[in-house]
């Protein structure tokens, strides 16, 4: 069974800092690209971030671009995206989902990634 995890979000003051955590199981974890995406009030869901299968190549959408960092712990088969600096456009629910990295890429559509997380919402607000 395929499945996604995510943990961390929770209500932050502007400027503040958080760590989003997408706990992976049923699959061979550094075979798969990770994302994640955020859904604003309102808004569709767009990715912010996400890693190549390796590792090797990360991706950012430019408003969180030098704010948040992703990564990738292989031995625990978890994706995380550190969250600095954060402002209320920030605010959102969080989703990390997957894709099988012979077959889907960052930046890819969304509806054809394999298995998404049940999300976890993210608020800026002083």
């Known amino acids: 069974q395929l499945q996604l995890v995510e943990s961390g979000g929770g209500l932050v003051q502007p400027g503040g800092s958080l760590r989003l955590s997408c706990k992976t199981s049923?699959?061979?974890?550094?075979?798969?690209?990770i994302a994640w995406f955020r859904q604003a009030p309102g808004q569709e869901r767009r990715e912010v971030s996400c890693?190549?299968?390796?590792?090797?190549?990360?991706s950012y959408t430019d408003s969180v671009r030098g704010r948040f960092t992703i990564s990738r712990d292989n031995a625990e088969k978890t994706v995380h995206l550190q969250m600095n600096r954060l402002r209320p456009e920030d605010t959102g629910v969080y989703y990390c989902?997957?894709?099988?990295?012979?077959?889907?890429?960052?930046?890819?559509?969304?509806?054809?990634?394999?298995?998404w997380g049940q999300g976890t919402p993210v608020t800026v607000s002083s």
């Open positions: 049923g699959f061979v974890f550094d075979m798969y690209v």
């Open positions: 989902a997957a894709g099988h990295g012979s077959f889907w890429f960052c930046g890819g559509a969304q509806k054809s990634l394999e298995v």
């Open positions: 890693i190549s299968a390796s590792g090797n190549t990360i």
